[in-house]
């Protein structure tokens, strides 16, 4: 786009210039104009082209590239012309200035001269009038010769043109001789004198020869001294004089003949006749009477080339130019009369010359002497215009050239990009597909050892059998977490979206970790805040891995003092904050300092914008931070703790173990969740995870989901509980918290105190009876006097004696001092709390207990042969050999064992009431697959449910059973991925629409898988939800 | 008959089938499965597995006669031998009967022509191997299944 962008100012540049140019162009020069228009066509449409193809092709390169080296080629061209054009327009600039500065000289000089001239010919003019009054209008003539000379002689600076004036009158044949006789010399004639040109030295007027006879004569009387020597000459008798003469008197003006070179000096020169007349003459006078009226000629010689020359030195920079003068009355021969021949094609310039004669005519050509300078400036000028245009092309050429070498790296590395990326995603698929396909055997393997474990076995083939399967296990959970990782790298993990309740969820990792507290003697507490719903919609799988994840660790870097889960809502932690942040650091679940966790979240997002909270939508963002009191993170390692791999030093994984992956899938996790993840380490004082997560709200359609078992169990004893007192005593108000918590769970009403004083005064005065007093085992120890003084005024003062129970974080210690404190109705409830735990023990204690319920995960041991006694199984599959295969299987673990062909014949057989307690499904079958068949069975099961419910069929016509849901197993002989997430696919998709079916199980023949499957069949009595797959 | 010599004779033989690969553990689970309660399980499986294997080849050479053929009959028939097949462990035939399935898929008729041949030359060497190995087990038939018992793993 940028370059697009480029091209266009440019172009639009390149416009713009051209039009102001040609504008210029056309008022300036014309012939230019054209040219100028034609090159804005081409370069507009070319511009215009360029644009249509570089839209066009933006993203084929060489197109524009071609087009790039077009726009260039154009471009130079373009400046070059302009460049020469300028250098043009400059010289004819100076050209025409020269012009017009010899112009101006020229006409200058020749203004000059023909003033000069003027003036001395109207001196002439004023001398014939001197001479017609003085010699011919006195008689005798006032003049002679010699005042002539001298007159002429002193007024010669007047005529600075004339080298010499004469006068010579007008004698007719008849009065020849006597004029001849008066003036004592003949008439002479010149012509032999124009044909042998003598020399200036020997010049000797005596050689003329006398005039021959002729009509007139026209002899010189009077000459000035210079030119004495032609008195007596008849002027007629020259040719060009004679010429001169008859014009002379036949117009009255003054005339000029051609130039000729002048007698005795032989320089050029013209001569100017005047006539004088007997008489005045009226102006219009015909040329007849003017001859008549002839008395005699004036002529005035001109030396022409001593004039100009004389001229030129009065002018300044006279050595500038060179001057001709020359007589054009003949066009084709004009006559130089000044000035050097040299004919030179320079510059020339004609004046005319008005010397008053109309009969010839005169020019003055001036040329300048040098040769015209070169014309620097218009050189330099285009040179550097040319040389800016050439290095601007050069510099988009550079440009160009540099955008498409960073285009063309772009699309390397964009390639080489891709490779990674393709080989990263490539590392991820591998890892999850070697991961996957290390656990399916691992799988086996772990079913054998359990297999094992279920044969006799001495202690010490046990003791190897456990620890196999212990590194098995944690083979497995490595692998999973690995699978995990690579799953999340490469985009392919999924969150469920199923109910749960998150109090179960944490009961559960609460007793996941309680063994290794209580060995370590760190005290492990969860709390969670009432506004947090029973029910949540979310991965609870997911969940609890966050949470294992961040518990183990605690775990894991923790030696003493303890570790404090706390769930709440987001909405009350914004809310609270204020409150929160004044709680001292000493008031913890253990008393050791801890790290401040409203450090943890800081940068959280939810918090710096909440507005993005929508307070009516249905989602629950919950914020859970886990602290603990361990060694803490060091500083400098605080910021990789969320890189995979990366752990505070290799140190560690030799300590604690661990491959450093927990963090980082649990960071991947929370943002898939839509949460956060952030914590707060101070080093030797524990650190603080605090994670945010979104789920929505389950509570609208609780009553469709099958509520976990667990919470059953807790709710049928809560109501036992429900109504009932409690009293807590405990000084530090956030472990009473948690005991509050646990005790509430169980519906009974809860008092907190901090001291004996406080519980004894509490009980005395209290309206209705605590049914049990809670004490913390730290207050007992403390004061042990006090506490048998409370147990004494307890069963004086209160109306009935409530149970006393011991709150104890280690079971070993609390007995050895309940012994000896010698009170026998005391029972020690072992931390950490859980709701299910503190039933039971309460419910022991409270005497009505004994129910015999199994504890969580002691299941009863299942051994082979009585793993299905006399259990009712369907199989379904069109295999008869198969059939056959799988019914010896089953049967052979004492299963009651019905075989169908087909999936119409196990619906008919699976729609209530029946008897079967469960069923073996083959996935492909004709007419209708597993898939279908399930769907059908579970449509008809619903149905029947809902009936049930609504109470339009009896309970009794189906065996008492008001809710129908028999387990059905998929059954298939090739364990590959595909079918497998297909059977989740079909899972999820039903559980979305009504209830959840759990249990379209993977289940080979073979029997280790078909052992898991078998356990898992039983196992489902008691935990129908536990694991959605089972593999 | 000596009953030691037997036994070995029925090992050997059934060694040599699993070395030849006719059968595989899927066979051994088989026999795993027979007990005291279900005495004949195995031999009723096996025929069984004759009696459909019979059944299918039979429509399997008559759908492959059919001017127009009906390639998903054929692909569920494969697939009814296939698991029959695995189900007794007979890995030479489930193996050709993969291949089998793979022609089908792609429709074409000489390699579904060429597999059936190659089924029938499997299912008949399988069929001759199992008689051969219920002969010598059948006159002796509960001291070898116990005998078999302690033999295998």
């Known amino acids: 786009m940028l370059c697009c962008w480029i091209a266009s100012m440019m172009s639009m540049n390149c416009l713009i210039n051209c039009q102001f140019k040609c504008t210029e162009a056309s008022l300036l020069g014309d012939s230019g104009t054209k040219m100028w228009f034609k090159c804005w066509d081409i370069i507009s449409t070319y511009s215009f082209k360029i644009h249509h193809h570089y839209y066009q092709f933006i993203g084929s390169k060489r197109v524009s590239k071609t087009w790039w080296r077009k726009l260039l080629l154009s471009w130079v061209i373009g400046w070059t012309v302009v460049s020469i054009w300028i250098f043009c327009y400059m010289s004819s600039q100076a050209t025409e200035k020269r012009r017009e500065t010899l112009a101006s000289m020229c006409d200058e000089r020749a203004r000059m001269l023909q003033d000069q001239f003027n003036v001395s010919m109207n001196h002439i003019q004023a001398m014939s009038i001197l001479i017609s009054t003085f010699h011919h209008g006195k008689n005798p003539s006032a003049i002679d010769q010699m005042t002539f000379a001298r007159y002429t002689e002193r007024t010669a600076f007047e005529r600075p043109l004339t080298s010499g004036v004469a006068y010579a009158v007008r004698v007719l044949h008849s009065e020849r001789e006597q004029f001849e006789k008066h003036q004592g010399w003949t008439i002479k004639r010149m012509d032999t004198l124009e044909k042998n040109p003598v020399h200036k030295d020997d010049y000797n007027p005596d050689l003329f020869e006398p005039s021959p006879i002729q009509e007139e004569y026209a002899p010189v009387i009077f000459a000035q001294d210079i030119i004495s020597h032609v008195i007596s000459i008849d002027l007629l ?28 000096t032989n320089r050029l020169g013209v001569i100017l006749t005047f006539a004088v007349y007997k008489r005045d003459l009226p102006s219009n006078a015909t040329p007849n009477e003017r001859i008549q009226a002839t008395n005699g000629y004036l002529g005035g010689v001109f030396d022409v080339e001593s004039l100009v020359e004389k001229l030129l030195h009065q002018l300044a920079s006279k050595q500038t130019i060179l001057v001709n003068v020359l007589d054009t009355t003949n066009r084709s021969y004009p006559i130089s009369m000044y000035g050097s021949n040299a004919s030179d094609d320079g510059l020339e310039l004609v004046s005319h010359l008005n010397f008053g004669d109309p009969f010839r005519k005169h020019e003055m050509r001036c040329r300048f002497k040098q040769k015209p300078p070169w014309p620097w400036l218009a050189i330099t000028t285009s040179i550097g215009i040319l040389v800016i245009a050439l290095l601007v092309g050069h510099i988009f050429h550079a440009a160009v050239n540099r955008i498409a070498k960073v285009e063309d790296d772009c699309h390397k590395m964009m390639e080489l990009k891709k490779q990674a990326e393709a080989a990263d995603v490539a590392k991820s698929q591998f890892l999850a597909t070697v991961s996957h396909e290390i656990r399916t055997p691992m799988n086996g393997v772990l079913g054998m050892l359990h297999m094992l474990m279920d044969t006799d076995l001495d202690v010490t083939q046990l003791d190897y059998v456990r620890t196999a399967q212990a590194s098995g296990k944690a083979l497995v959970a490595l692998i999973n977490e690995v699978l995990d990782q690579a799953k999340i790298e490469s985009g392919k993990l999924e969150l469920e979206e199923v109910q749960f309740d998150l109090r179960a969820v944490l009961d559960d990792v609460l007793s996941l970790f309680s063994g290794k507290a209580q060995d370590k003697g760190v005290e492990l507490a969860v709390f969670i805040s009432d506004q947090v719903p029973e029910t949540l919609i979310g991965d609870p799988g997911r969940f609890r891995q966050i949470i294992t994840n961040l518990m183990g660790n605690s775990i894991k870097f923790t030696e003493k003092g303890h570790i404090h889960v706390t769930v709440h809502l987001v909405e009350e932690v914004i809310d609270s904050i204020e409150v929160e942040t004044e709680s001292s650091s000493n008031n913890t679940l253990s008393g050791f300092p801890v790290a401040d966790r409203l450090q943890s979240w800081k940068g959280f997002r939810t918090f710096s914008q909440e507005g993005s909270i929508h307070p009516f939508s249905d989602s629950i963002n919950i914020i859970v931070s886990v602290e603990d009191t361990g060694e803490g993170i060091p500083i400098e390692a605080q910021s990789r703790v969320f890189t995979p791999f990366m752990q505070v030093g290799p140190s560690i994984s030799r300590t604690h173990g661990g491959t450093g992956i927990g963090l980082s899938i649990s960071k991947c996790l929370v943002n898939l969740m839509k949460g956060e993840i952030g914590f707060v380490s101070i080093p030797k004082i524990g650190s603080t995870f605090t994670f945010t997560a979104g789920f929505t709200s389950g509570s609208s359609s609780s009553k469709e989901y099958k509520s976990q078992q667990i919470n059953n169990q807790t709710n049928s004893v809560s109501s036992e509980f429900r109504g009932k007192r409690a009293l807590v005593v405990d000084p530090r108000s956030v472990r009473a918290k948690v005991s509050r918590y646990h005790i509430q769970r169980l519906g009974i009403h809860v008092e907190v105190v901090s001291d004996w004083k406080q519980g004894l005064s509490s009980i005395s005065q209290g309206g209705s009876a605590f049914n049990m007093v809670l004490i913390e085992q730290e207050v007992w120890d403390q004061d042990l006097n006090g506490s048998a003084h409370f147990i004494d005024n307890l069963e004086k003062r209160a109306i009935t004696t409530p149970k006393v129970f011991l709150l104890s974080n280690s079971i070993s210690s609390s007995r050895a001092n309940t012994t000896t404190s010698g009170v026998c109705n005391l029972t020690v409830i072992p931390k950490p709390l859980r709701a299910s735990m503190l039933a039971a023990s309460l419910q022991r204690a409270m005497g009505d207990g004994n129910k015999g319920n199994p504890r969580n995960g002691e299941l009863p041991s299942l051994s082979l042969q009585n793993l299905l006694p006399g259990r009712k199984i369907l199989i379904v599959d069109d295999n008869n050999v198969n059939l056959k295969v799988a019914a010896g299987a089953l049967k052979k673990y004492g299963a009651d064992v019905v075989s169908a062909s087909r999936g119409m014949e196990a619906i008919e057989l699976l729609t209530p009431p029946h008897r079967f307690d469960a069923c073996f499904m083959d996935i492909q079958m004709p007419e209708m697959d597993g898939f279908e068949a399930t769907k059908r069975i579970r449509d008809s099961e619903q149905n029947i449910n809902d009936r049930i419910h609504f109470g339009e069929l009896s309970v009794e016509t189906y065996n008492n059973i008001s809710n129908w849901h028999v387990p059905i197993l998929a059954m298939t002989a090739d364990v590959i991925q595909a079918t497998h997430e297909e059977c989740l696919r079909r899972i999820r998709s039903e559980s979305v629409g009504r209830t959840s079916v759990h249990d379209l199980l993977m289940a080979s023949v073979q029997p280790p898988l078909l052992w898991h499957a078998l356990r898992y069949l039983n196992k489902s009595q008691f935990f129908p939800r536990e694991k959605n797959v089972f593999l | ?143 070898i299944f116990f005998l078999s018992k302690m033999v295998l793993p």
């Open chain 1, 237 to 264: 008798s020259g040719k060009e004089d004679r010429e001169n003469v008859l014009r002379a008197r036949k117009s009255g003006k003054g005339v000029l003949t051609a130039p000729f070179p002048l007698l005795k």
């Open chain 2, 1 to 143: 008959m000596d009953l030691v010599q037997l036994q070995r004779q029925f090992v050997d033989y059934r060694t040599s089938l699993y070395h030849e690969g006719f059968l595989d553990e899927q066979f051994t689970q088989l026999q795993e499965l027979q007990d005291e309660n279900n005495p004949d399980f195995v031999v009723e499986v096996v025929s069984l597995f004759f009696e459909d294997s019979e059944r299918l080849l039979n429509e399997l050479a008559r759908a492959l006669e059919q001017q127009s053929i009906d390639y998903k009959r054929i692909d569920a028939h494969v697939h009814q031998l296939k698991g029959s097949s695995s189900s007794i462990g007979a890995q030479r035939v489930q193996k050709v009967c993969i291949a089998f399935r793979n022609y089908c898929e792609e429709q074409n008729v000489e390699g579904c022509l060429k597999c059936l041949q190659q089924v029938r030359h499997e299912y008949s060497l399988v069929k001759t191997k199992l008689e051969s190995l219920f002969q010598v087990r059948l006159p002796c038939r509960r001291e």
